[in-house]
């Protein structure tokens, strides 16, 4: 029966006399005539000592059985005195890419360009431990508070925000596209009845633009809820929410956290201590932000005044989260609530320096919806599909999307949101 | 604060003096100069006694206040004798799909067509309550087995399996290709040292026919781990995960599935009695059904072979789950890992005469891996990154997927898996 790694210590001490194990070979070194190598497997690493030398190269998988001791000079305090080796899996000796080398010594396009290889290393592997934490917290909470999880098309006749930034597909003789967001399938089943939904879904956008901030292939987490009053219903949630994400990474993934980043992630009071401040006022934050360090007038929250935003809360609220809401008109798409004329239920949540959610309610009102379509320059023959559900009985709802890949960033302060994606896709990158 | 239909009884019983509730107008009737109305919400429903006549339709969201009175004759034993009502929005009186309907008696292109409205009723909408359910217990085992969840990209330079059936997407001044499976990203992730990984996302298949077993674009539940001996691990697995999340059901939603079916989830107990028969066995046992059943000669495990050790094995061996095991290897993908000369380590999983999963060990070692391409046709240019994999320590591993609207329909008994599909994609439907 095989043991990982991180169990051998316990089975020194309880006096084993014979474990199995089994993963890669990560360092090898010769010391004193013996011959120790460190074997990684999923849970961490073990010291071998081998009393022969053998012909193993960097990245090798093997199995091998010994006798487990404490050994407090060995990574973990614990080693395996091996007396069977098995190579399963003989790496070659050419190896592209330095698995056991110093992450922070490597440029973002060797690691992204020797992606199978990269990821082997642990600080690198590290982020998607995180990442699935993320994503079984925030599947865990909203469950837990009602909501219901669907996986929806992400095939669609026409883009729900206008069609500039949609990669087409051929779909036999017709052409489709690959959805931005599952906005439209969201509010349908709200609208069903199921009240209160959520989805983990890959989203695509096809800008051109190539900045640390943007993928054009994403993991959005959606939420959408009906029965709203305004967006400050869809705040509180997602305080809940990112409170329960933020406990769950720091009681299980402190040392993968640690491995990035000089802090955990927020306490669950800094996240209810959020400010939430009005788009007119936060614009006026950032400006008096900006004059203080002699920066520029900013026109409107773009990124620079995000980051200067996040400054302020931290400094003044104790907040590395800031709640920005009723957003003016012309920055939110056509089907957001108004507030009044000129400003909308809507929200975005900066986190450390960048947006990670856009969210509001949304117009349920059949009516008011066809009203507003001429304004934007749309038709109503461009969404038929929606003006059903408004048109037979749609409660007030709303919702918002957290970029997963942003999120991840962000915890472990990332500089670049493509480190915090798998097998990211850019302008350039198709492979992996 | 508004109180869930569900517990409207809950809320007479405590002697509550007022509620408010909230939802859809389900039905609507006057029965001696009294106006009930029947009000869905994501819970269930109510019935609303209203002292004075309103002017409601169907489908209209409204709002209630009232007194929660206990009353045998109505569904649930409670009702609400309303003081106050507020429509939130009114539904159009020329509702073009009725959801209060008898869902056996429309056809699905009208289910289809009318997807949503058609989501709003009850039977309907349990159908995703079900497939929420499975997705999550699917999650769970595998978290709790020491598996990760990963996202990876659905954007591939080409397919793994021969690139025949692929939707092509036009990618800035690139074709890439929507990926059929993540077959290729959780080998490497395997290989990443993170061992076990599980992925749920949507999977794309451009095939032209059109059966009530296929989709265009579908959920795949997909497992892979590595340092398995052979398929029987695999299957171990498999069984594991079916059993829990069969239980699962059973124990939260056996009201949903008895909305569609006369009999539960199978047991834990059958589906670890489960047969693992070899393909030439199972294509003499499928042979035997047909006699018996007066057909005709069987050639292969095709669907008729599959509905024919389904039945048999729930007659012979009380098991409603069958696996079919060593596939010759010419049914299967070439990176399968050899058996022997023809035959391989893989498996499908038949469930209620449908193939629900299809998986195996895969070929791991490099040399092998090369020497097998020329016998497909294929150049090692194709698979460049799949080489690298393999070329610097990679473990024998293998894996399977489980096409989630398959399972859901099975377990629901649902006569064609469309109707197991939120917003399905087949030949000709591409909205809503």
Redesign the interface.
Known sequence: M?VLAKDIKAAAQTGEKTVQA????HRIRELGGVNFVIL???SGSVQLVLNEKRAL?L???I?VEGEPALNEKAPGGAEIRVSKLEC?????AD??YQVNGDVSKIGLEAVLDN???S??N?KI?AI??V??AI??AF?AYL?SN?F??????????SGTEGGTEL??????D?K?Y?AQSPQ??KE??V??????VFE???AYR?E?HDTPRHL??Y?SMDVEMG?IESERDLIEIEKGLLAFIFDELNRKHAKEIAMWSDVPAPSAESVSNAPVIPYDEALKIANDEAVKNKKARIFDINPEAEALLCAWSEREKGSALVFVNEFPRRYRPFYTYPLDASRTMSFDALFRGLEITTGGRRQ???QDFLDVLPKFGLKPEYFS?YI?????????HGGFALG?ERLTAKILGLSNVKEA?????D?KR???
């Not at 219901?148 to 006749?157: A, F, H, N, R």
């Open positions: 095989r089994a993963g890669w070979v990684r497997d999923r190269t990245e090798s998988v199995k399963l899996s003989l790496a070659a190896l592209p992606r199978t290889l990821l082997r642990p592997r998607f431990e990442q699935a994503i079984e599947s469950r009602g219901t999880e669907i996986k929806s098309s992400k095939l669609v006749g990669f087409s597909v051929d779909y036999f017709k489709v690959l439209f399938y349908v089943m609208a069903s009845g199921l009240e209160r983990v879904a890959p096809a051109k054009n292939e993991v029965f349920h009102v059949y599909n059903t559900l408004l048109k037979y009985g749609c409660p007030p997963c994606s798998l097998f990211p896709r302008r198709v492979v992996p």
